[in-house]
C-alpha cells in the first residue's frame, strides 16, 4: 500500500517498510504539485503541477512514479471568456463603474483535480472553472464546452456577450486572481455517462449524458452568506466525493457545515453536528463498501480556518451523519494547529491518511481508531491519495 | 543571427536546452520565442500562457534592456542581439 502525497515542494511516496511508514521524495523537486494520483485502469500516475514562473503542468508516469515527463498540456481555446466582476477603479467614469462583470480571457491558472472514469477517461477540474476530459488514455484533452458555456455562469460567450450574468463566484485558491474552481469530480462506478462535479464558488452539477450537458445538483443545499440560504446558485462545496460500491451515497463537506444524500446528489441533507465540532472543514472521505461510513477533519469555523482549541482530531460517522465519533488517539491534543485541505485526506480499505498545510502527515491503519505520525516536516501538503 | 540565452531553469524541463547557446534567425521576439520551440518542443507554453503572452513572473531581455510589449512579444530584435529569457525575481 503507498501513499502519494502532493505538496507546495514536490510529490513524495509515503511507503510501509519494515513495519514503519516511510516517506521520501518522488519527483517534481521545488515544484507545486496540487494533486497527485494513479490511474486504476492504466496503473499511470498523473499530477497537476503548478510551477512559480512556468504555470500549471500536466505531468504523467508510466513507471511508477521513478520518472516523470510533461503530459499534453491543458490550454483554454481561443475566444474562452468568462465573466468576472471588474475590478474596482476610482478613475473609471460612472458609466464605466456602473457596468458590472466584464468578460475575461480564459487562461489556466491551476490544475486542481485528476479524476478517471471508464478505462482511458481522464477528467481535469481547472481553475478559472474548466472542465478537461480526455477519451484517449491523456494524448489529448479538450475544455467541455456544454459547462463551460451553462446558463448558470452567463451562456455562450465565445461569441457575444451571452446572458451577462454568472452566478459562479471565485475561490482564493485562484493563484492570484478571483475565478472559480472545479475541485471534485466522481465518475459513478455504475454508469460513465454520470459524472459529479464541485464548484467553488458555485455548487454541484451532475451530467447524465457524458457531458453533453449539465444539471445543478443543489437541493437540499443551505448557505450562510447570501440574502437566500436554498439559491439554486453560490454554494461552496469544499469537497464532494461518493461511495465506490454505493454510489448514491454521495458526502460534501461545504463551506457551510456537512451534507450528506442518498439519492446520488438528487437531494441533501445538513447532518453537521456544531457541538461535537463537525461542522467546517475541507475535506471528506466515505468508505469504499458502507456509504454511510465518512470521516472528516475539522476545523474551527469559517472565521477560524484551524484546529478546534490546538485538538486535532478526525470526525467519524458510520450512520450516515447521524451521530459522529471524535477520533483523537495517536493525533496532538495541544498546541497543534494542522489546517488539512480538501484534497489531503483519503482512505483504502480500512487505513486513512492525511496531511497538513504545516507539514504533518498521519495514517490509521484501524478506520481512523488510531493514528501513527509519518512526518513532521513536509512541505505544506496539498494532496494525499492511496495509489 | 541573435543569440539567445535560457535560464538553467528550464533546463530541467526541457533537456535539449541544457549548456546551449542559441542562435537564431528572428526580427522580432516573438519569432524568437518560435525559434525556440522548434528546437524545444514545449518551450511557449512555460514561457506564455494560452494567448501567447508572457507569464507574469518571466522576463526577456533584449540586451539590457527588458521587453516592453508582453503581449505579443513585437520588441525587435537584430542580428547582434544577445537575448535573455529568464525567471523574475518574483520574491517568496
Known amino acids: 500500500m503507498r501513499v502519494l502525497v502532493g505538496t507546495r515542494k514536490g510529490t513524495f511516496f509515503v511507503e510501509k517498510q519494515a513495519g514503519s511508514w516511510r516517506p521520501r521524495l518522488a519527483g517534481h523537486a521545488g515544484v507545486g504539485v496540487n494533486f497527485v494520483t494513479r490511474d486504476p485502469h492504466s496503473a499511470e500516475l498523473w499530477a497537476a503541477l503548478g510551477h512559480g514562473h512556468w504555470g500549471a503542468k500536466l505531468s504523467r508516469s508510466r513507471d511508477g512514479g521513478n520518472s516523470w515527463s510533461d503530459a499534453t498540456q491543458i490550454k483554454y481555446p481561443p475566444g474562452a471568456r468568462y465573466l468576472a466582476p471588474a475590478d474596482p477603479d476610482p478613475n473609471a467614469s460612472e458609466e464605466d463603474a456602473a457596468k458590472g462583470p466584464g468578460l475575461r480571457d480564459a487562461t489556466l491558472l491551476k490544475l486542481w483535480v485528476i479524476a478517471f472514469g471508464a478505462p482511458g477517461h481522464v477528467h481535469v477540474g481547472t481553475i478559472p472553472g474548466g472542465l478537461f476530459s480526455s477519451f484517449d488514455g491523456g494524448d489529448s484533452f479538450q475544455l467541455n464546452l456544454p459547462l463551460w458555456n451553462h446558463d448558470s455562469r452567463g451562456g455562450n460567450l465565445f461569441d457575444g456577450p451571452g446572458n451577462g450574468v454568472t452566478h459562479w463566484f471565485g475561490t482564493p485558491a485562484s493563484e492570484g486572481e478571483f475565478a472559480p474552481g472545479i475541485h471534485s469530480i466522481s465518475v459513478d462506478p455504475r454508469d460513465p455517462q454520470r459524472w459529479l462535479i464541485a464548484v467553488s464558488t458555485a455548487g454541484v452539477l451532475e451530467t447524465r449524458d457524458g457531458g453533453k450537458s449539465w444539471q445543478g445538483r443543489n437541493r437540499g443545499m443551505l448557505n450562510d452568506y447570501l440574502p437566500d440560504p436554498a439559491a439554486e446558485w453560490g454554494h461552496d462545496p469544499h469537497f464532494v466525493t461518493r461511495s465506490a460500491s454505493q454510489p448514491d451515497y454521495v458526502w460534501q463537506q461545504n463551506h457551510a457545515g456537512v451534507f450528506f444524500s442518498s439519492d ?30 465518512a470521516w472528516l477533519v475539522p476545523g474551527k469555523s469559517d472565521f477560524q480556518r484551524m484546529t478546534i482549541d490546538g485538538k486535532l482530531f478526525v470526525a467519524r460517522t458510520r450512520d450516515g451523519g447521524e451521530s459522529w465519533q471524535p477520533l ?14 480538501r484534497h489531503a485526506l483519503a482512505n483504502q480499505a480500512g487505513c486513512l491518511a492525511f496531511g497538513s498545510t504545516t507539514g504533518n502527515l498521519y495514517v490509521s491503519e484501524d478506520e481512523g481508531d488510531s493514528w501513527i505520525t509519518v512526518a513532521n516536516n513536509l512541505p505544506p501538503i496539498y494532496s494525499v491519495r492511496f495509489g | 543571427m541573435a543569440s539567445v540565452e535560457i535560464t538553467k531553469h528550464l533546463w530541467e524541463f526541457l533537456p535539449v536546452l541544457r549548456d546551449r547557446t542559441l542562435t537564431v534567425d528572428a526580427k522580432t521576439v516573438a519569432e524568437v520565442v518560435r525559434e525556440v520551440e522548434r528546437i524545444a518542443p514545449g518551450f511557449t507554453y512555460y514561457i506564455c500562457d494560452e494567448r501567447g503572452c508572457l507569464r507574469t513572473h518571466v522576463n526577456i531581455f533584449v540586451g539590457q534592456e527588458r521587453i516592453l510589449d508582453r503581449t505579443r512579444l513585437s520588441d525587435p530584435v537584430d542580428e547582434d542581439s544577445r537575448v535573455l529569457i529568464m525567471q523574475a525575481l518574483s520574491g517568496g
Open chain 1, 264 to 293: 446520488g446528489a438528487e437531494t441533501w441533507r445538513k447532518v453537521s453536528q456544531p457541538e461535537a465540532g463537525v461542522h467546517f472543514g475541507f475535506p471528506v472521505a466515505v468508505d469504499e463498501s458502507n456509504g454511510k461510513t
Open chain 1, 328 to 341: 483523537r488517539r495517536g493525533l496532538p491534543q495541544d498546541g497543534a494547529y494542522d489546517v488539512v485541505y
